[in-house]
């Protein structure tokens, strides 16, 4: 089955660029989907088609996705985007959704 | 607007059944797949099925298949998730998740909308 690997933490300053990588196979051919998980929250969808930002969704955060990494990149952190951040793709091999394991951000 | 609200927390005894349900508002229901997504404490996130927008065919995850059945009733606007012989690895958050784009192929497409989750607790 398909993986999808996260860094367990990052850790980034206020004003300063957080980068959440997540690694596949060939994930570049892929669509990734990237959502935020406050604690005690419901996810909510932030980055869509690797790039696509849902309304409401600040312009701080944006997506990339090429060969085998895609990146969330979060500019100008705010200590209100500590969240859990995961991954998501759909594996046509094994006709599954897939999350990645999530990223921990900390805002120092 | 668009909303998903599930039913209560359930605590359930090994080996039983629970049934969790998701009542949608604020947009055409049978336009949109739904899945159903799950979180063990301290866990990732697990798509366990969908049911498409068209017809309401499921889908299930191989991780699951055979213990979950998912359906929905069109006219209550109503997505109903099943979990069967119940262990206490299946305590966990279950999610019902909106795809973002209708039509007949929209359960590849991102999930949009999430319900509030629905705490299960499983323990003898």
């Known amino acids: 089955s398909y993986v999808l690997t996260q860094p367990p933490s990052v850790s980034v300053a206020p004003g300063q660029t957080a980068r959440v990588s997540c690694g596949g196979n060939s994930i570049g051919t892929k669509s990734v989907h990237w959502f935020q998980q406050k604690p005690g929250q419901t996810p909510v969808l932030v980055v869509y088609?690797?790039?696509d930002r849902p309304s409401g969704i600040p312009e701080r955060f944006s997506g990339s996705n090429s060969g085998n990494t895609a990146t969330l990149t979060i500019s100008r952190v705010e200590a209100g985007d500590e969240a859990d951040y995961y991954c998501?793709?759909?594996?046509?091999?094994?006709?599954?959704?897939?999350f990645g394991g999530g990223t921990k951000l900390t805002v120092l | 607007q668009v909303q998903l609200l599930q039913s209560g927390a359930e605590v359930k005894k090994p080996g039983a059944s629970v049934r969790v349900s998701c009542w949608a508002s604020?947009?055409?229901?049978?336009?949109?797949?739904m899945h159903w997504v799950r979180q063990a404490p301290g866990q990732r996130l697990e798509w366990m099925g969908w049911?498409?927008?068209?017809?309401?065919?499921?889908k299930y995850s191989q991780n699951f298949q055979g213990r979950v059945t998912i359906n929905r009733d069109t006219s209550a606007s109503t997505a109903y998730m099943e979990l069967s012989s119940l262990r206490s690895e299946d305590t966990a958050v279950y999610y019902c998740?909106?795809?973002?784009?209708?039509?007949?192929?929209?359960?590849?497409?991102?999930?949009?909308?999430w319900g509030q989750g629905t705490t299960v607790t499983v323990s003898s």
């Open positions: 998501q793709v759909w594996d046509s091999s094994s006709d599954h959704w897939v």
């Open positions: 604020g947009y055409t229901f049978t336009n949109y797949a």
């Open positions: 998740a909106k795809s973002m784009i209708q039509g007949v192929r929209s359960h590849f497409y991102a999930m949009d909308v």
């Open positions: 049911t498409t927008a068209d017809n309401g065919n499921p």
């Open positions: 088609d690797d790039i």
